[in-house]
């Protein structure tokens, strides 16, 4: 039994390690796939389930201002921008300042438009709805991904993490 506890916690610790090394970085990628295909289909018309509710929102944001046959193809040269910065990892600073500002406007629709996104308010969204709400993990993944644009990095070690959790602790508490 004790080789069986050995080999798993072996085996643990390697895919830990494998996950706190390369998870971040697939992370960026799918995020980055998922903005540039859901940018690139607004580049062409009735391809987007997006579309219609994204060019309403741009309008009514900008008090009739920018109309959706113009700001259709802006919105999809922004998402797929965010794609391009997230895949290649060039100008994260920026392109995550274009994705959480993009998130404020995505957002916008469950505020401006809830007859549309909500069939029971606030517990059942409609299926444009869900589909906004669902943005709330990509802003998360887009936290996770700031938290590295300076360097940082996921830590597996145990004994590491408790160190820097300690030194966090402590600089919270004296912050001079």
Known sequence: MARIIDWFNTADKTVTRWMARYAVLILRISVGIVFFWFGFIKFFPGLSPAEE?????????????????????????????????????RFKRATLFLLFLQMIGTTMPIFIFPAETWK??????????????????????????????????????????DEADHRFQHQARNPD
Do not use: C, H
């Open 53 to 89: 509710i994204a060019g309403r929102t741009i309008e009514t944001l900008s008090f009739g201002l920018i109309q959706p046959q113009l700001s259709l193809p802006i919105l999809a040269a922004w998402e797929s921008l965010i794609g391009l910065g997230l895949i290649t990892g």
């Open 120 to 161: 029971v308010f606030p517990i059942a969204p409609t299926l444009e709805g869900q589909y906004i709400i669902k943005n709330m993990v990509l802003i998360s993944a887009g936290l996770v991904i700031g938290a590295t644009v300076r360097g940082g990095d996921m830590v597996a070690d145990e004994d590491l993490a």
